[in-house]
């Protein structure tokens, strides 16, 4: 399981004992996953951005972990204390949902119940100083090629551009691994992986459509985090894990894909690159759309891209009679961003080379087999 790192080790300070259950409950995946299900339902109905979404799993996911540990012979009271008391937080227009989920998954009576909401609410005062509650008061840089708002919508200003100074879980700090800069705008490198999204826009198949609207995951969907939630609940699902390892498991995806997105809103915001369509219409065709809506923030990494590299890393590792399938997934999630016509090539390979950075960095912090 996990080291002594940050959350274990203010659980560890608290004096709760943290170790295995004494039996394998019968509920097993289930007790984790309705919890997940729940979590991703809300997402979706509240168009909660992927960035934000992230973050909800990660402490949602963490929480359940450690409550897990710390449930002994009852790690299912013990998770929904700690899942119910962190979205209740986060969600607090949905209590009475919260409250009967709780009440059909667990003894909310019981110590472990009681225990798992003290957990709950370590990871609560975590999120109330995170840094995600800051109001970002700057302006983008003023040079050729930076990112301006983007048809339809020309949403300004441009999505969460303190994300990448978020507290990290796994990372020292977002920028840790931050890649190098994007082709320079008007370079042969940058011309060319314009007119690449281009010529690719004017002969999508079939397939290629299939692919973007696969992944595309935007407002009001269980976004691109999500996404892997759902491909991890079926395979832990599949697989009869029991709680301790589900929970293991979640926590270990949940807290990469949060750092994925710090890391990648930190390069997006170091760099500010413009989006292809704002080249194309400049440089190619003025009256030229992307297959799928572009998203209001810069382009490079692309944090699809970012957030497939470390979920497939950690799932892949985690099963792996299915990494080469989950690999693939992810490859197939960063190409479809340059399907959509919302991504130049370099933006999908970098974050995908970072995401996986990342997730090799959460496998080492939590060892779940």
């Known amino acids: 399981m996990k080291s002594a790192a940050p959350v274990v080790a203010v659980v560890l300070a608290t004096g709760l004992a943290l170790h295995a259950p004494e039996r394998a409950e019968a509920a097993g995946a289930t007790a984790v996953t309705r919890w997940i299900d729940f979590e991703l339902g809300t997402i979706a109905a509240q168009r909660v951005n ?11 996911s963490s929480a359940v972990y450690l409550a897990a540990l710390a449930g002994g012979s ?7 204390g700690a899942a119910s008391r962190v979205l209740a937080h986060l969600h607090p227009g949905e209590a009475a949902r919260i409250d009967a989920l709780a009440d059909e998954l667990a003894d909310t009576r019981s110590e472990a119940f009681l225990r798992g909401r003290l957990i709950g ?13 800051a109001v970002w008061t700057g302006t983008p840089p003023q040079r050729p090629g930076v990112w301006v708002p983007t048809p339809p919508g020309n949403v300004y200003p441009p999505l969460e551009p303190l994300a990448g100074t978020w507290r990290t879980w796994n990372l020292e700090t977002g920028s840790q691994f931050r890649p190098g800069p994007p082709p320079a705008y008007g370079s042969p490198q940058f011309l060319a992986e314009v007119k690449e999204v281009y010529d690719v826009s004017r002969s999508l198949t079939a397939e290629q459509k299939r692919i973007a609207d696969h992944w595309a995951d935007g407002a009001g969907t269980v976004t691109p985090p999500g996404h892997w939630n759902v491909i991890a609940a079926d395979l832990v699902r599949a697989a009869g894990w029991t709680t301790l ?9 949940n807290t990469a894909q949060a750092d994925a997105f710090i890391a990648c809103w930190d390069a997006k915001y170091a760099y500010w690159s413009l989006r292809p369509i704002t080249a194309i219409r400049e440089l190619v065709d003025p009256t030229w759309t992307s297959y799928i809506v572009t998203p209001p923030f810069p382009s490079y990494v692309s944090g699809h891209s970012s957030t497939s590299g470390a979920a497939s890393t950690v799932l892949a590792a985690s099963f792996p009679a299915d990494a080469t399938r989950l690999r693939a997934m992810a490859e197939e999630a960063a190409v479809s961003r340059l399907y959509g016509g919302i991504h130049y090539r370099s933006d999908n390979e970098a974050g995908l080379a970072l995401g996986r950075r ?12």
């Open 74 to 80: 009852a790690p299912d009271d013990a998770v929904a």
């Open 358 to 369: 990342v997730g090799g960095v959460a496998l080492r912090e939590y060892h779940v087999r």
């Open 245 to 253: 390892r589900s929970a293991g498991l979640f926590a270990t995806l």
């Open 50 to 60: 992927p960035a934000r979404a992230s973050r909800a799993l990660a402490h949602l």
């Open 121 to 133: 609410r370590l990871l609560v005062a975590r999120s109330e100083s995170d840094g995600a509650d």
